[in-house]
C-alpha cells in the first residue's frame, strides 16, 4: 500500500511507493565521469582566465597564481552583480527591483580531475572554511539578505563545467522556500517550544532506522519524507541556527561526515550526479531558537516530471528506511 | 543589469537575466523523435495489455477493442489506489496517511508515433473533454481532494512512453504549490476585490509585450516572472475557478490555442520536450471567486540544478517578452 507522508518542517506532502519500492540495481546509471584534455579556466595555471579571487587558501604564491589548494571567484557570467543600488518598481500590478546580489564560485582543488568525494578530508573542510569566510564577508552589506550555498555534481545535476566546484548567490530578498522552512519550524515551536530539527535528530537516533551515520557532532539521516530518492540530510546536534557559526571541531567533523556520505553515494549509486544545498537562517537575523541549519544532499537518479513541477508534490518509490539500510551499510567509514 | 521579477500571484522571485538573454538557439536542443518499433501497450490492437478502460472515445468497436480515437486506462503501476480507507496516523512528531487515490493516463491517440501538436484540432478537444469527464467521476469520492492533470513529453520532461499521453493523479490531500497559489490570489482578491487572473489578463492584452495568442476565449502569455525560458500560461478570458465547468466553445477554441502554442514551440524550439499542468481549484470547493483556472506549459530546455531546488528562486536567461516575441512571430495558426 503506497503511504503519503508529510514532511514535518515545511508540510509537504509526498507519496513513498512502498509496493514496489526501487533499490539501488532498478535506477538507471549515469556515473559522472571526468573528462581531461579541455581547456579548463578553473584548473591550476589558469588563473588569470578567471575574475581575480577574492578569497584564497594557499601554501605559496601570491593572489592570482598558482599554489593555492582552493580558490574563490566571482562568477564570470554573475546571475546578480554587487553594483548598483536597490531599486523597487511597479509595473502595473507586477512588481520588481534591480539584481544587486553576489554570485561566486569556489574552486574546491587546483586538480581537474578529482571530484569531491575524492578530495582528502581536510580538503573538504576547506570548503566548508571557504563557506563561512565568504558568508561572513558578504553579510557585511546589509542589503544581501539571504546568501545560497550549492554544490552541482554533474551534468544531470545542473553543472556545465567538470572541475570540482561548489557556489554562492548573495540575495537581496529571502527566498520563498527558505521562508516556509523558517515559518515551519516557527509554527513547531511556537508549540512544543522545542526545535523541530532537535526533536527530529531525537527521535531519528533513536529509532535508527533512517540514520546513515552518527558522529560526536552530526547525524546523516534519510528525512521522513524524502522528495527524492536516497535524499539525506546532514544535521548538527548542537542547535545553531546559523552555519557560519559552526565550530572548529564542528567543520573538521562535518568534513568526514561529507566525504563518509559522498563516498557511501559512490560506492552504492555509481557515483551519481548530486546537488546539495546548505540551509541556514537569514545572514541578517540574530541567532533563532526555533531553526537548526543543516545539508541537504540530492543524488539526482529520476528525472522530475510534471507532476512535481506543479504541485510541489513528489512521488518518491524509494521509502527512505530502505536508502538510508543501503548507505549504512555501504561498508566505508 | 540582471532583473527581480516577483510572480504576483505566489510571491515568488525570479531572476530574469536581461544582459545576456538566451534566445532560441543559445540553447543545446534534443528534438523529441518517435521511435516506432518497439511493442507499446497503449497502440490500437493491445487493449487486453493494459488495465481495463475507465473512458473511451470510439467510433466503434466494444470496450477495449480497437476503434477508438482516445482511451483512458488506470495506471499499470499507480502511485495511489482507490481501494481502501483512509487512515491518518502518527509516528513520533512525524504524520502519515494511507496512500487512497486514483492515477489514471489518458491516451490521447491510438496512433504510436503522432505528438499532440500534430493531432487534429478536435482530437485535441477530445483530450480536454477527457480531462472533464474524468474530473467529474472522481470527483463524486469526497475523499479525493484534489486532481493534478498534467502531460509529460518526452523524455527530458519525465516520460518514459513515447505514446501521446497524459495524466490524472487524485490526492486525498491539496498540495502544497496548490494551496499557496489559492492562497496568493486570496490574498489580492481581499485587497481589490477582483480576481488577479484577470487583472493579469487584462493587463497583459493591453501592453501585448507578453502575449503570445489572444482568441475569443483564451490568452496565450509568457508570465511576468517565468521560471523557465519560454514557459507559457494559458488563461480563459472567462473568470471560472474549475476547468471542468467550462464551455463546449472554450473547449473548441482551448484546442486550437494549445495545438498553435505547440507547433509554434515545436518550430521555433524544435520539438522540444515539455511540461504542461491544469491549474483548477480543489474538486471539492464550489465556485471561487478569487482562483482562476489555467494552463501552464513549460518547454524543457534547461536542466534545474541545486540552487532552484533548494529554494524555490529561479535564474531565467530568457526574458518573457523576448521568448513572446518568438513565439509570436513563429508564423503559424
Not at 152 to 173: D, F, K, M, T, Y
Request: glycine share 6%.
Amino acid at each position: 500500500m503506497p503511504e503519503l507522508r508529510k514532511d514535518p518542517v515545511t508540510g509537504r506532502w509526498v507519496i513513498i511507493a512502498t509496493d514496489r519500492a526501487r533499490l539501488p540495481g532498478d535506477f538507471v546509471r549515469q556515473p559522472v565521469v571526468e573528462k581531461p584534455g579541455r581547456f579548463c579556466p578553473f584548473c591550476s595555471g589558469n588563473e588569470l582566465k578567471t575574475p581575480p579571487e577574492v578569497l584564497a587558501y594557499r601554501d605559496k604564491g601570491a593572489a592570482n597564481e598558482p599554489g593555492w589548494t582552493l580558490r574563490v571567484i566571482p562568477n564570470k557570467f554573475p546571475a546578480l552583480r554587487v553594483e548598483g543600488h536597490i531599486t523597487r518598481q511597479g509595473e502595473g500590478l507586477y512588481d520588481r527591483m534591480t539584481g544587486i546580489g553576489a554570485h561566486e564560485v569556489v574552486i574546491e582543488t587546483p586538480s581537474h580531475t578529482i571530484s569531491m568525494s575524492g578530495l582528502p578530508e581536510k580538503h573538504i573542510e576547506n570548503v566548508f572554511w571557504a563557506f563561512r569566510d565568504r558568508i561572513n564577508d558578504l553579510k557585511r552589506d546589509s542589503r544581501l539578505r539571504y546568501i545560497v550555498v550549492f554544490k552541482n555534481h554533474g551534468e544531470l545535476a545542473g553543472s556545465s563545467i567538470e572541475h570540482s566546484h561548489s557556489q554562492l548567490i548573495a540575495l537581496p530578498v529571502v527566498p520563498k522556500q527558505v521562508i516556509e522552512e523558517m515559518d515551519g519550524a516557527r509554527r513547531y515551536f511556537d508549540f512544543k517550544e522545542r526545535c523541530i530539527y532537535c526533536d527530529i535528530a531525537h527521535q531519528e537516533s533513536e529509532s535508527m532506522a533512517r540514520v546513515v551515520i552518527e558522529t560526536e557532532h552530526f547525524m546523516a539521516m534519510a528525512p521522513y519524507a524524502p522528495r527524492y530518492p536516497f535524499e539525506t540530510w546532514i544535521v548538527p546536534h548542537r542547535h545553531e541556527s546559523h552555519f557560519e557559526n559552526s565550530t572548529p571541531e564542528e567543520m573538521q567533523n562535518l568534513a568526514w561526515v561529507m566525504r563518509s556520505l559522498l563516498r557511501r553515494m559512490d560506492k552504492t549509486l555509481e557515483r551519481p550526479a548530486f546537488n546539495f544545498m546548505l540551509h541556514t537562517a537569514p545572514v541578517q537575523e540574530g541567532a533563532l531558537q526555533h531553526y537548526h541549519w543543516h545539508i541537504e544532499v540530492m543524488p539526482r537518479l529520476t528525472k522530475v516530471a510534471g507532476f512535481e513541477w506543479g504541485t510541489g508534490f513528489y512521488i518518491n518509490p524509494t521509502p527512505p528506511e530502505e536508502a538510508a539500510r543501503f548507505l549504512r551499510e555501504a561498508g566505508l567509514t
